[in-house]
Structures are given as structure tokens and as C-alpha cells.
């Protein structure tokens, strides 16, 4: 009898068991070289996950993601807005070589003995209001020479800023698009296991009927069935978190639900080659926005300082026109012309201070360029040993993922033979769905790597998101 028992309790979990999703079930692989490719480790992710969020959602690729945030992203906008300013001060430079214009009037009282045109001096006294036009031009051309190379440097390292703010938003962007695949092939995973612990309920739950289980099965299938929902709803809400992120970078709707497409997430190769951290660095060194800002920089306060020096050594022109009337009477006026050349020096003690102001800011900004240089070099070698230890744990999770499904089969074999037990497959699923879900934590790792050490080496541009 009890052989009899065992026979009709496998025969039961045997014929249950044809209603229980298992996962891993493509083939078995032939005997020869195994390849890693995302292609052996799919995971199909069905659109109806997404049904919890009750509300219309729009579908985003990498590739649009990255042009919304350049183009509707707030730190890009501010970036460019300072650009103008910066074209501004810059024209605020080049404008002191053009003369000033300014009308107005005379008001002279003469009192006292004037020299005439042939040298006769006459004793006089009268008042006279008569209209003219001053032409002013007020120049010191060493200093305002030097004004313009420092402006034109000003602008063109804010242009460098610009371009690391817009470096800046596209990294981000990117990187939080990865965050929402994974939340998406999170919350598969999730509703596997959650199906799956409902598959071992009702196992426990039919055995129970038949006599050949136990109360304390059913009420731990009950628990982890409860654990299972939790963990569903949990993932649901980090998915919407997360999508709030990506759209308040965006700069979209506070409503807008966004949904990945591809929604699976699959290990990129944006770096085109192997390269050295070597050649990252020179990379860097070459193209990185930063750096270059900071170096337009030095050399603007270099140029300040010169000109500020150039204030004691070269003297300041100053050209005075005068064209009006003048007359005793308003109705005797007569034209008169006056041109006035003056040259001076400019030697008081506030230039002794403002030099020594500028000179310190001189070296501070070569400090901060070696500061932003030792940083960048830093942080692309920092970004290279992620890039390669998050490649060394997607061959981890390979592996993990080769072991799950050795187990299952092993479970499985042994579940038809009626030497198992439907949990242990329903375990060995939740442990292959586990080392799914760690392949693809890896695998976002390595995603957002490669796009951290493209922003650190200032080659990040929407073209390395493009759709082939």
C-alpha cells in the first residue's frame, strides 16, 4: 500500500504539474562551443506587464530619449542662454572701438576778458545757451585690445560648458532609459514568480485534498504566494519612479508615463572596439568639454591680467568734437567747430588692487584646470574598471544562469520519474528566474558603464544612440 500511495501521489503531481509555466523549457543546447550571446538568455517580455499603470503611455526610444533631453531639457536651455550672455559681454568689447555720440546743449557763462581771432583781448560778460553735438571717442588700445581676446575666450568657454551640460543631460537620460528597462524586465520577472508560487498554492493545496500533503505546506505556499504579490506590486512602484525620473528630465508632462522600446534590455556595445584605458585618457584629454573650458578660462583671465597692466604703461586717448553755434543772441548764431586730442595715464591705486584681484584669479583658474585635468583623468579610469567588471559579472551571470537551468532540468527528470516533488521545480524555476533577473542587472551595469566612460572621455553624442 504505501508503494501504491507514492505511485498515485506522483501520478497526481505529475498531471498537475503539465499546467505549470516552466521556465528554461527552449532545447537543450548540442554538445560543442557555447557562445554568450543575449540571444541564448531572451527573456520575452509581454507589453501586458504595463497594464497596472490604468492610464495611457507613451512609447520611447534611447534614440528619441536623447533628443528630448537636448532639446527640452532645462540644463541644456540655461546652458545656451548663457552662450547669449556671453555674446553679449564679448560685443560689450568690441564695441568700445566705436566713438560715443551724445547731443545735448551748452550752457557757458563768460565773464571776464577773452582773446580774440587776431590776439586782441576784450573785457566781456554775457551768458549764452546754444545747441550742439558732442563726439566723444575715449580709447586705451592695449587694454581694450586685450578686453576682446579675453572676452572671445569668456565665450567660447562657456561654448565648452555648454557642450559638457549637454554631454551631461544625454549620460543622464541615458542612463535612467536603462533604469527603466530593467524596472520593465524586473517586473516580468516578478510576475513569474508570482505565477509560479500560485502553481505551488494549488499544488499544495490539491495534495492536501488527496491526502498526501499537510496543513504546514499549504500555509507556507499561502506565505510565499503573499511574498510573491508584494514583490510584484514593489516592482510596480520602482517602475513608476523611475518613469517619473526619466520625464522630469525630459522636461515632459508630470503625467506622462513612459514605456521603453526595446522594453527587453540587452547588453550594448557603444565603444565600437576594444580600446586601452591609455586611449581613453589621451580621448579625454582631447575632446573632453570640461577641460577645455577650463583651459578657455585660464587664458581669458591671462588676457584680463595683461590688459589691466596695460592700463599703467599705455597711455588712454581721448578724442572730443564739438560741433554747435555760437552767438550772443539766439537769433545770431553763428556755426563753430571744436576738436580736442587729450592723452593721459591712469595711475591711481585702485589698478594696483584690481591687478593683484586679477592675478590671483589668474592662477586660480590655472589651479582649477589642473584640478579638472587630474578629475577627468581620475574619472575615466574610475569609468573603465566598471566598464570591465561589469562585463566580468554578465560572464558570472552567465554562468548562473547555465547553473539554474541544469537544476531544472535535474528537477525536472527527476519530477517525471517520480522521485521529485512539484516544489522543487517550482523552486528551481524562481532560482532560474532569479539568475535572470541578475544577467540583466548585470547587463545594465554594462550599459550604463560604457555610457558613463563615453561622457568621461567627452565622446557622448546622440549618434552613438541611433537605430542602425
Not at 199 to 223: F, H, M, P, T, W
Amino acid at each position: 500500500m504505501p508503494n501504491m500511495k507514492n505511485l498515485i501521489a506522483a501520478g497526481l503531481i505529475a498531471g498537475l504539474s503539465y499546467s505549470i509555466p516552466l521556465c528554461g523549457q527552449e532545447p537543450m543546447p548540442t554538445t560543442g562551443a557555447k557562445t554568450h550571446s543575449i540571444s541564448q538568455f531572451d527573456f520575452t517580455i509581454p507589453d501586458t506587464i504595463f497594464n497596472f499603470l490604468g492610464r495611457s503611455a507613451r512609447e520611447i526610444k534611447q534614440a528619441e530619449v536623447v533628443k528630448l533631453a537636448l532639446e527640452r531639457g532645462l540644463p541644456p536651455k540655461s546652458a545656451r542662454l548663457r552662450i547669449r550672455e556671453a555674446e553679449g559681454v564679448k560685443f560689450q568689447a568690441a564695441a568700445s572701438f566705436i566713438p560715443t555720440i551724445s547731443p545735448g546743449l551748452y550752457l557757458e557763462r563768460t565773464d571776464g576778458r577773452v582773446q580774440g581771432s587776431f590776439g586782441e583781448l576784450r573785457d566781456v560778460e554775457f551768458n549764452t545757451v546754444n545747441p550742439g553735438i558732442f563726439l566723444l571717442y575715449g580709447l586705451n588700445p592695449a587694454e581694450t585690445t586685450y578686453r576682446m581676446i579675453a572676452a572671445g575666450n569668456r565665450l567660447e568657454s562657456v561654448r565648452s560648458g555648454s557642450r559638457e551640460v549637454e554631454n551631461s543631460s544625454i549620460s543622464e537620460a541615458s542612463v535612467q532609459f536603462v533604469d527603466l528597462q530593467y524596472a520593465a524586465v524586473a517586473i516580468a520577472v516578478a510576475r513569474e514568480l508570482e505565477t509560479n508560487a500560485g502553481e505551488l498554492l494549488r499544488i499544495s493545496r490539491a495534495r492536501l485534498k488527496q491526502g498526501l500533503g499537510n496543513e504546514e505546506d499549504v500555509y507556507r505556499s499561502e506565505a510565499n504566494s503573499v511574498r510573491a504579490g508584494r514583490e510584484v506590486l514593489n516592482r510596480q512602484i520602482a517602475f513608476e519612479h523611475t518613469t517619473l525620473l526619466l520625464a522630469e528630465t525630459l522636461n515632459l508632462d508630470p503625467g506622462t508615463v513612459l514605456i521603453p522600446r526595446p522594453a527587453a534590455l540587452e547588453p550594448l556595445e557603444l565603444l565600437g572596439k576594444d580600446r586601452l584605458q591609455e586611449e581613453l585618457i589621451e580621448a579625454a584629454q582631447n575632446t573632453r568639454p570640461a577641460l577645455e573650458s577650463a583651459q578657455r578660462d585660464e587664458e581669458a583671465a591671462e588676457a584680463e591680467l595683461a590688459g589691466e597692466r596695460w592700463r599703467f604703461f599705455s597711455p588712454r586717448f581721448d578724442l572730443v568734437y564739438r560741433l554747435g553755434t555760437i552767438g550772443g543772441q539766439f537769433n545770431d548764431q553763428l556755426r563753430e567747430e571744436r576738436l580736442t586730442l587729450l592723452a593721459s595715464l591712469d595711475l591711481s591705486p585702485v589698478l594696483w588692487g584690481r591687478t593683484r584681484e586679477l592675478k590671483a584669479r589668474y592662477e586660480l583658474s590655472a589651479v582649477n584646470t589642473e584640478m579638472v585635468l587630474s578629475r577627468v583623468q581620475r574619472n575615466v579610469q574610475q569609468a573603465y574598471r566598471e566598464y570591465l567588471n561589469a562585463g566580468n559579472q554578465m560572464s558570472l551571470a552567465v554562468s548562473g544562469i547555465e547553473s539554474a537551468e541544469a537544476a531544472l532540468r535535474i528537477s525536472k527528470s527527476r519530477f517525471t520519474a517520480g522521485l521529485g516533488l512539484a516544489v522543487e521545480v517550482i523552486e528551481a524555476q524562481k532560482e532560474l528566474a532569479e539568475a535572470r533577473l541578475g544577467y540583466y542587472f548585470a547587463a545594465a551595469l554594462y550599459n550604463k558603464a560604457q555610457i558613463r566612460l563615453l561622457f568621461e572621455t567627452g565622446e557622448i553624442e546622440p549618434a552613438v544612440f541611433s537605430s542602425p
